[in-house]
């Protein structure tokens, strides 16, 4: 049975930075592509971004590009996401999520519903 488990949230002024970080724990981290999304008190889950096994393809909202950056480490089973220069749009709680690549088929990153397992959520916070 896949888990995650997110961790790094946090408060921290607008302009900071955040190093939020997901670690899967189950078998076959690397046929899973792995994404971050985050859902703000009123508002639907949106995607952020995601890496695919490998981490040779990266995807992100237009919101974060240039602000944020998703990497994996499959030798710990990890994926972070640092958020640089951080906004208070950018407050959420984020979610890890992971979607099973050992099929081959299409990966469409942005898709909710393609996810398999979720985490529970790391809280984040930007005072303006």
């Known amino acids: 049975q896949v888990q995650l488990l997110e961790s790094g949230g946090g408060l921290v002024q607008a302009g900071g930075s955040l190093r939020l970080s997901c670690l899967f724990s189950g078998r076959a981290f690397t046929m899973y592509a792995v994404g971050w999304f985050r859902q703000a008190p009123g508002n639907e889950r949106d995607f952020v971004a995601a890496?695919?096994?490998?981490?040779?393809?990266?995807e992100y909202a237009d919101s974060v590009k240039g602000r944020f950056t998703v990497s994996r480490d499959n030798t710990r089973n990890t994926v972070d996401l640092q958020m640089d220069s951080l906004k208070p749009g950018d407050t959420a709680l984020y979610y890890c999520?992971?979607?099973?690549?050992?099929?081959?088929?299409?990966?469409?990153?942005?898709?909710?519903?393609?996810?398999?397992?979720w985490g529970l959520g790391t809280q984040v916070t930007v005072s303006s």
């Open positions: 999520a992971a979607d099973w690549q050992g099929d081959g088929t299409t990966w469409f990153p942005h898709k909710e519903a393609e996810y398999d397992f």
């Open positions: 890496i695919n096994w490998n981490g040779g393809s990266k």
